[in-house]
C-alpha cells in the first residue's frame, strides 16, 4: 500500500505560478507511475500531467507548455510546476501513484487509477482573475 500526501495549493493571481509537491510513502518501491489529477466543480476527475520511473510524461492538451511534471525516484517525490496559471485551472488538485506498468498515456485513464492505484487527499488551486 502506498500513501500520498499533497502539498503547495493556495490562491493566486492568473498569469502567476505555483509548486505542487507530493510525498509518498508505504511500498514505494513498487512505484510504476505517479501523476497529478485534477476535479473542478461540476466536472470530472481529469490527469493533468503523469511520469513513469522511467522518465516518461504525458500532459492534458489544457496545460502542455505550462505545466512541468517533475519526479525524485530517491526521495519518492513528485512535483506539478504551474506557470501561467488560468481561473479554468482552478480545482482540487490530486496526487496518484500505481504499481501498475502503466505507460504515461494510460495514466490518462481516470479509471485505471481507481482500480490500480492510490490517491492523496488533495489540495485546492484557486486561480483568481
Known amino acids: 500500500q502506498v500513501q500520498l500526501v499533497e502539498s503547495g495549493g493556495g490562491l493566486v493571481q492568473a498569469g502567476g505560478s505555483l509548486r505542487l509537491s507530493c510525498a509518498a510513502s508505504?511500498?514505494?518501491?513498487?512505484?510504476?507511475?505517479m501523476g497529478w489529477y485534477r476535479q473542478a466543480p461540476g466536472k470530472q476527475r481529469e490527469m493533468v500531467a503523469a511520469?513513469?520511473?522511467?522518465?516518461?510524461?504525458n500532459y492534458a492538451d489544457s496545460v502542455k507548455g505550462r505545466f512541468t511534471i517533475s519526479g525524485d525516484t530517491a526521495k519518492n517525490t513528485v512535483d506539478l510546476h504551474m506557470n501561467s496559471l488560468k481561473p479554468e485551472d482552478t480545482a482540487v488538485y490530486y496526487c496518484?501513484?500505481?504499481?501498475?506498468?502503466?505507460?504515461?498515456?494510460?495514466?490518462?485513464?481516470?479509471?485505471?487509477?481507481?482500480?490500480?492505484?492510490?490517491w492523496g487527499q488533495g489540495t485546492h488551486v484557486a486561480v483568481s482573475s
Open positions: 496518484a501513484a500505481t504499481s501498475r506498468p502503466l505507460t504515461a498515456q494510460a495514466m490518462a485513464l481516470v479509471s485505471l487509477i481507481d482500480d490500480f492505484g492510490s
Open positions: 508505504g511500498i514505494v518501491f513498487s512505484i510504476n507511475a
Open positions: 511520469i513513469t520511473r522511467s522518465g516518461y510524461t
